[in-house]
T-cell receptor
Framework: GAVVSQHPSWVICKSGTSVKIECRSLDFQATTMFWYRQFPKQSLMLMAT?????????EQGVEKDKFLINHASLTLSTLTVTSAHPEDSSFYIC????????????FGSGTRLTVV | GDSVTQMEGPVTLSEEAFLTINCTYTATGYPSLFWYVQYPGEGLQLLLKATKADDKGSNKGFEATYRKETTSFHLEKGSVQVSDSAVYFC???????????????FGQGTILTVHP
């Protein structure tokens, strides 16, 4: 079946540093990837949608310069949290949509980011 | 815009009890409907889906029927197990030109705890 690998699964960083999270589709091509943020005991909030080879589409209220998304290939998208602050601490989840398959969303296992 | 409303949790049941988690939606057009499950510290896994009215999605003893007249997609299971303890999310995606490239809209999630 479709597998999405998200790395790292957890990361602790200091305030002011940048953190990169990778999302890879291992056995399929993902033309579209989605990045979500999840606060404790809350639902997933879509941050942005990325299409391979083009700029990401950010949801309203999400800072483009802070959350840099790159989708350079059909199997890899990255989210970089720049100049991280404690309020950026959260659970980040990516999702990849299988090319030519309707409704085939596969989720990564998530990344727990803690900024100290 | 599209929205999904789930019954508030948490839901606590004894093993072998009957489970219902209500989900209603608001959407333009003809959305596809999903239930996802999230175990602690993990990403989301697709539990079941339905793509048109009166479709019934089923998996692992769970089932849900797409009810267009009541705009609902309630999740049910006849006999829950301790291993079903997780967070359950109802979600929808819109359709675009016969294929779905739309984003998923999630409900707020319902925490289910099953005791032995």
């Amino acid at each position: 079946g479709a597998v999405v690998s998200q790395h790292p699964s957890w990361v602790i960083c200091k305030s002011g540093t940048s953190v990169k999270i990778e999302c890879r589709s291992l056995d399929f091509q993902a033309t579209t990837m989605f990045w979500y943020r999840q606060f404790p005991k809350q639902s997933l909030m879509l941050m942005a949608t990325s299409n391979e080879g083009s700029k990401a589409t950010y949801e309203q209220g999400v800072e483009k310069d802070k959350f840099l998304i790159n989708h350079a290939s059909l199997t890899l998208s990255t989210l970089t949290v720049t100049s991280a602050h404690p309020e950026d601490s959260s659970f980040y989840i990516c999702s990849a949509r299988q090319q030519a398959t309707n409704y085939g969303y596969t989720f990564g296992s998530g990344t727990r980011l803690t900024v100290v | 815009g599209d929205s999904v409303t789930q019954m508030e949790g948490p839901v606590t049941l004894s093993e072998e009890a009957f489970l219902t988690i209500n989900c209603t939606y608001t959407a333009t057009g003809y959305p596809s409907l999903f239930w996802y499950v999230q175990y602690p510290g993990e990403g989301l896994q697709l539990l079941l889906k339905a793509t048109k009215a009166d479709d019934k999605g089923s998996n692992k003893g769970f089932e849900a029927t797409y009810r267009k007249e009541t705009t609902s997609f309630h999740l049910e299971k006849g006999s829950v197990q301790v291993s079903d303890s997780a967070v359950y999310f109802c979600a929808l995606t819109d359709r675009a030109g016969g294929t779905s490239y739309g984003k998923l809209t999630f409900g707020q999630g319902t925490i289910l705890t099953v005791h032995p």
